[in-house]
């Protein structure tokens, strides 16, 4: 079996486009990867600060309910009383 000179060539360019797709294809790879962290970084910076406001709104929410919360503990004792009373007077 002998080789000719297509038959080198042929190999060689064989060769050549498949060097050439692999560093093609991981170049494009190395960018896409990259691209993709950075915006998936992006996303998470972004629900970090989401996170942390609706902690705060939380945290807010929380105090609005105790002091809610403790006002009721003070003011059902009278409202009972007024009511216990005016049944007594009636």
Do not use: C, W
């Not at 216990?84 to 007077?89: H, L, Q, R, T, V």
């Amino acid at each position: 079996m002998e080789f000719g000179l297509k038959d080198v060539l042929y190999i060689i360019g064989i060769v050549a486009s498949t060097l050439i797709t692999f560093f093609g294809t991981r170049h494009g790879l190395k960018e896409y990867i990259r691209d993709k962290n950075d915006e998936l970084k992006e996303q998470i910076s972004d629900l970090k600060l989401k996170l942390q406001e609706q902690k705060a709104r939380d945290d807010l929410q929380q105090q609005v309910i105790d002091q809610i919360g403790k006002q009721m503990t003070d003011l059902i004792p009278k409202l009972v009383g007024r009511i216990e009373s005016k049944n007594a007077k009636k």
